[in-house]
């Protein structure tokens, strides 16, 4: 529109940096989610190693121990 006259060249200007900083908060906000997607990746990776490992870390542990993951368990239901 800026080349065939339609709008002059401070409007144009105006628009083109309303558009880029929108550009760079859309990069940005896919940035974030990427990060975010990665975190929650690692997240269950964790969670999956330590239900696989659960029978083995119980009965490797202490009494007290015991007792504190069986409460943790139980009241997260």
Not at 8 to 13: A, P
Not at 20 to 29: A, H, P, V
Not at 36 to 43: K, M, Q, R, V, Y
């Amino acid at each position: 529109m800026h080349l065939d006259g339609a709008i002059d060249s401070d409007s144009y200007h105006t628009k083109l940096e309303e558009y880029k900083k929108r550009q760079r908060e859309i990069t940005s906000e896919i940035k974030n989610h990427i990060d975010a997607d990665e975190t929650c990746l690692i997240t269950a990776r964790s969670v999956l190693d330590l239900a696989k490992r659960a029978k083995e870390i119980f009965i490797s542990s202490n009494l007290k121990e015991k007792q504190e993951l069986l409460n943790f368990v139980f009241s997260n239901l």
